[in-house]
Structures are given as C-alpha cells and as structure tokens.
C-alpha cells in the first residue's frame, strides 16, 4: 500500500474505527452499536463512563503501585475460609511440586501433535494415565480433557457412536454448569437429554422414573458419584445393570479425591468414568485450568472412538530401548476436522502431569489419608451444625464424602452471604435449583479450629 493512503491514523490491533464498527453493525446486524448486542444486561451494572485513572505519563514503578493498591481493596482467598462445594476444592500445593514441574524437560516441553518429541513429558503423561486407571478400575485413560463437564460431553458422544442411538439419561442431579456443557455437545446433534425428577425428600433421582426412562432408545446413563449435592447413591450397581439390560453405555462422573475412600467405578459397571482432577496438585486459580478425567476399558473398536490424546509406550526393534509416543492422534481434530472424536484443541498436558507428580509423591497411603481427612472434616461440620437451631443440615442419614447440602435460617441469602464475607468466611455454594439450599464443601486446609469457628459465626450471623 502506498504511502499516505490510510486517511486515519492504523492500528496492528483493531482494523477498524469505532465509527466503523458501528456502521458495520448497522449495516449488517441492524443494531447501531456494539453495546444493543448486551441489552439482556441488567442496565444498572454498565460502565457509564469511564474509569478514573490517575493521569499519566506514571513510571512503571508508580504504575504497579496503583494497581497493587486496587488488588488490595479484593478479598484475597488466602484470608477467606472458604466452604464452596459442589466444584472447584481449595487445596494445599506442596513447594516441591512446583519445582518438579519446572524442570526444563518437563515445563517447557509442550507435547506438540508429532509423536516423537518430547520425551520427558510424554513419559510423565503415560504415568499420568497408569495412576488413573489404577484409580479408576479402568484400563485406558486419555490425557486429557479440559474439565469434568467437557469430559462427561465427550462421554455421552461417544456412547452414541457406540451405541447408534440419541438419547442420554441422567440418572442424577447435575450442576447447572454441567448441564449446560452437556446440552451444548449433544442438543446441536439431535440427542435427546432426559433428566428423571429427584424423589421426594431425596437427592436422588425417583426409581421409578428413572427406569421410565430408560430403554431401547437409550445410548448412556449417566451418573455422578458423589452428585452434586454431595451425596453417594446406594443404588450405583442396580442403575449400571439397568443400563446394562438394554445395551446403553453407563457412565460414572467422580470426585477424584473419593476415589481414595470409595470403591473404583469399574467395581460397580462403569463402562466409562468422568471426572475432575483439579484438586490432585492444581491450584483453584480463578476456578481454571482444571483437568477433566476420561477412563474406559480396552475394546479394539470402542479406543478409536473415544476422544482426546492417548499416549503409548514402544520400543526399539535393534536396541530394545523404552519409549513413548502419541499413539491414534488421527482422532483428533486438527487432523479430521468435522470428523474427529474430540475437540480438545487446546494443550492440557501441564495439569495432567502436575496430578501425575501430586499422586506418586502421595502414594497410596497418603492418598487414602487425605481422602479420609476431607471425610472425617466433613463429617464432624455436619455434626456441628445440627447443633445449630438456625441451620438445617439436608438429607441427615444420607452418605456423602466431602460436600453436603444445609438450609440457613435466613430470608436474605445475599445478606448473609455478606456478613459471612466480611467476617472471614466463604458459606458455601447456593443451589442451582433451589438457592435457598447451600452445598458445604470442606477442604484439607480447614484445621478444627477453622471448623469451630465458622460454626461460631454461623450462630453469631443468623441469631
């Protein structure tokens, strides 16, 4: 282009005005700014105009210090006890993780789409996928998926290419969020989601409905243990042989944590097992990255439709010498595009790795330790509050592992949720479904005393 021909000053980030992107909007969309596209948003929440900022020009030294200032008016989550369940867990990071994952073969090794590189990663994510089909009971495990809810999608699909059949039951309840996920995957392709109704005074779905709805037509049940109110169904081997009867894929969403108390799905008929394994080594950071757990047992047929990277280990014809590689990667998407079986696109190998350091310096011991500790706190709050008169623990003589579901004695939930806040305590997750309920999670960080003082302001709060 020639020089002078621009007639406004070019910017490398955004090609065009605002006048321009207006008229574009007009013209095409028929709204006159970009801000019509949000009008769903509540008007009192827009930014009327625009941040007070100091004036410039500022050394980056004063720079930082402005903004340090504004981080500090935030709650830091190191100061708030926090009792958010039905996710995301609070979790110790021990320091030599961090050095072990920062090894220059392992941290800056992205494990690229060719099969031959990067060996030091490659051969910690084998070990990732042996310590979780050991876990899980099952015999091949992928690494890895974004999350639990893009897991338990890809679950579902690929359940209905085994099966040739569009229709999903969850035999549980399920987070919002989850759903969410789920009914993006499956609804685009005409697979049909039915969720049975929850039986009365119970936070299982009602018997049945559930064997209503499962028949010939069925491509997967799927089920969570613990669910997402935090409680452990009885009746997990009699819902996969129900599945079972009429050919569909039973699924099985897990804690990965419980797995150091409970049985492995594989024990109960699990074809497939889903799952989070955020709280093995991964900080929450803001509520991401997460690791989305994927497990099935070997069939020749069913391993090419599963989703996501399996790595494998080979060996030399002349040497015999051990190694690893991307094994089936023609699944994925950037090589068959609309044909893959997963759109994972985007590299999760940093916390698959970081669960595969967390679980061998853990052990089976310490990993049983754990597990019962989160079990053991859980069960000595819940004892607490039923204590309380203003607290109404849900569900009391259901089993859980972690989480548990309460009913405060409250008509303001924001406002308690505000003074809990303000006196160091984060009161738990309210309920998609029913915000007056709040899922309790307890975390390896809360110590007794953490335990006896959120009870205690508790009973300060609602009194």
Same mark, same amino acid.
């Given at each position: ?5 621009? *007639? ?11 006048? *321009? ?19 769903? !948003? ?12 100091? %004036? ?12 340090? @200032? ?34 220059? *073969? ?63 039951? !969850? ?39 559930? @064997?209503?709805? !499962? ?25 996969? @042989? =129900? ?7 039973? !699924? ?21 097992? %889903? ?43 002349? +040497?015999?010498?051990? /190694? ?10 950037? =090589? ?11 590299? *999760?190998?940093?916390?698959?790795? =970081? ?49 548990? +579901?309460?009913?405060? /004695? ?54």
């Amino acid at each position: 282009m020639r020089r002078g021909a621009l *007639e406004k000053p070019y910017s490398p980030y955004l090609g065009v005005s605002s006048e *321009e992107l207006d008229q574009m909007l007009q013209e095409t969309i028929g709204v006159n700014n970009a801000l019509e596209l949000f009008s769903d !948003i509540p008007d009192d929440v827009i930014l009327k105009e625009a941040p007070k900022l100091p %004036v410039g020009p500022m050394t980056e030294a004063e720079v930082a210090e402005f903004f340090e @200032e504004l981080a500090r008016l935030n709650k830091s989550p190191r100061k708030l006890i926090s009792f958010l369940g039905g996710g995301v867990r609070q979790i110790y990071v021990p320091a030599f993780l961090d050095e072990v994952i920062r090894r220059g *073969e392992l941290y800056t090794a992205y494990t690229a789409y060719q099969p031959e590189v990067a060996q030091g990663m490659l051969q910690l994510l084998f070990e990732y996928q042996s310590l979780m089909a050991e876990l899980t009971g099952m015999n091949v495990v992928n690494a890895s998926m974004y999350d639990w809810s893009t897991a338990a999608g890809e679950a579902a699909l690929m359940s209905v290419r085994l099966t040739r059949r569009k229709k999903i039951v !969850i035999a549980s309840p399920i987070s919002l969020a989850r759903r969410g996920v789920l009914q993006n995957y499956l609804e685009p392709q005409g697979i049909k989601i039915v969720e049975p109704a929850l039986g009365e005074n119970s936070p299982f779905v009602d018997q049945d409905e559930l @064997e209503k709805a !499962i028949d010939n037509q069925t491509a997967a049940v799927y089920l969570e243990m613990p669910n997402a109110l935090g409680y452990l169904d009885h009746r997990a081997h009699e819902i996969g @042989e =129900i599945a079972h009867q009429v050919d569909a894929k039973f !699924i099985v969403g897990v804690d990965a944590l419980s797995l150091g108390l409970l049985k492995p799905p594989a024990k109960y008929g699990a074809d497939i097992v %889903v799952g989070e394994g955020q709280s093995l080594g991964n900080a929450p950071n803001y509520g991401g990255p997460l690791l989305g757990i994927f497990a099935f047992n070997y069939d020749k047929k069913d391993i090419r439709r599963a989703p996501g990277k399996l790595i494998g280990m080979t060996k030399q014809e002349k +040497t015999g010498e051990k /190694g690893f590689t991307i094994t089936l990667q023609a699944r994925e998407q950037h =090589i068959r595009r609309a044909k893959a079986t997963s759109n994972i696109c985007t590299n *999760e190998s940093l916390t698959a790795a =970081i669960s595969a350091i967390y679980l061998s310096a853990l052990g089976p011991k310490g990993f049983k330790e754990l597990s019962l500790g989160l079990h053991k706190r859980a069960q000595y709050l819940k004892k607490k509050l039923q204590d309380l008169e203003m607290v109404q623990v849900m569900f009391p003589q259901t089993p859980f592992f972690a989480d548990f +579901t309460v009913r405060y /004695g409250t008509n303001d939930q924001k406002e308690f949720i505000h003074a809990m806040v303000e006196k160091g305590f984060v009161p738990g997750h309210p309920w998609d479904f029913d915000p007056s309920l709040f899922i309790l999670g307890v975390s390896e960080l809360h110590t007794k005393q953490h335990l006896d003082h959120f009870v205690a302001t508790l009973k300060e709060v609602l009194q």
